[in-house]
């Protein structure tokens, strides 16, 4: 069984930040540090955990955010020192974001330099939240740095809908302000940055769908295989559910003349096993088609309803006249994200968005 999220931080590591900030700041009380951060940790979950250790350092570093900023930025690694790195600097985040808002271009500073160390998309939200323009007017210089660990911090930080952390409701609502960040970062050298800036853009699908729409078809022309792989993440989304500009930017038009026949050979499923289901397309027009085929589960909710979940398959071309079949199982078993319920559940078949056949199968528990 893997080892619990929360152990993450544990007493060992806050010794070591004690040893740390007070290797660079001989008045720092490591002592009541220690004490403070591991009061009751083993209690409490890894966000828990953190707080904790950020309020041990509210009380023993010093309350000038300045000269505390000053500390922790000599806390870091250099060529040759170790310094805190790694987790340690999950609670330096909190640290950053609750003392340095009054105090932006020191702040900002310190979480630019704390990234290549962790990363520093969670301390920096509080800053875009509290004043937009001047984070960003500051973050957007970043996509230029040399360090790849920087120019990731202008993307994801940025992120309208990072999870696991606060959102961005100004960017949710109107996200054309990091559109340029995104554009610079598009072709960054970096699979780091890139892949940032393709889920950054699928967060923005999510309330803009055109949005993303029209920027893919405007960037997809004679893309390199880099960026088509990019356009096409942040795509994700969309194709998903079908968006009809999202499926014509990769090729997928709207499916002509074809035939589709869905056939489930056992409909009666128990749950820890899987439902096999197979089909077979026949393009039935007189010219080849691009087809992306994915299904759908409508899963049988608590109350009855059903609750659908798009699962991706495959992608092919179908020559004029060409037959093609698939088969697939589909897992029903336990996982973390979903509780399932017995009862009839629907199975779609979607060629490019579209729904072109469907069947039913029955789910029993044991």
């Known amino acids: 069984m893997p ?5 993450l931080l544990h007493p060992a590591l806050v010794r070591a930040m004690a040893e740390i900030i007070s290797a660079n700041a001989p008045s720092f009380d490591r002592d009541r540090f220690t004490a403070l951060a591991t ?8 966000m828990e955990r953190a707080a904790l ?3 041990a350092l509210f009380a023993t570093l010093p309350e ?8 922790l930025a000599a806390s870091l690694p250099t060529a040759g020192k170790t310094g805190l790195t790694g987790w340690m600097l999950l609670p330096v985040n909190q640290f950053i974001a609750a003392r340095g808002l009054g105090h932006f271009d020191i702040a900002l500073d310190l979480l630019k330099a704390l990234t290549p160390h962790f990363t520093a998309e969670f301390g920096i939200r509080p800053f875009i939240h509290q004043n937009q323009e001047r984070a960003l007017a500051t973050i957007i210089r970043w996509v230029g740095d040399a360090n790849h660990h920087v120019r990731r911090l202008a993307s994801e930080g940025t992120r309208p809908r990072l ?14 302000p990091i559109i340029p960040i995104l554009s610079a970062l598009m072709d960054d050298p970096e699979d780091y940055v890139r892949r940032s800036v393709a889920n950054s853009l699928n967060d923005i699908a999510k309330d ?13 022309e004679g893309a390199s295989a880099e960026r088509r792989w990019l356009l096409k993440h942040a795509s994700r989304t969309l194709l998903k559910k079908g968006h009809a500009q999202a499926l014509a930017n990769f090729g997928f038009g709207a499916a002509a003349a ?10 009666s499923v128990l749950f820890g096993e899987g439902v096999d289901f197979e089909i ?18 409508h899963h049988v909710k608590a109350d009855g309803s059903l609750s659908p979940k798009v699962f991706k398959w495959k992608t092919v071309t179908l020559e004029a006249g060409e037959d093609h079949a698939l088969q697939r199982r589909h897992a029903m078993r336990p996982i973390t994200t979903r509780r399932y319920y017995p009862g009839q559940h629907r199975i779609v078949i979607l060629v490019n968005g579209a729904e072109t056949a469907s069947g039913h199968f029955i789910l029993s528990m044991p």
């Open 163 to 176: 999870p696991w952390a606060m959102r961005l409701p100004q960017l949710i609502k109107d996200p054309s």
């Open 208 to 220: 803009h769908p055109d949005l993303v729409a029209a920027f893919i078809a405007e960037h997809i």
């Open 53 to 55: 250790i950020r309020d």
């Open 258 to 267: 074809l035939e589709c026949e869905l056939r489930l050979p056992n409909p």
């Open 280 to 297: 077979r397309l026949r393009n039935a027009g007189d010219i080849a088609q691009s087809l992306m085929i994915d299904y759908a589960i």
């Open 64 to 71: 000038s955010f300045p000269e505390a900023a000053a500390i």
């Open 39 to 46: 009061d009751g940790i083993e209690s409490l979950e890894l």
């Open 3 to 7: 080892e619990p999220l929360k152990n």
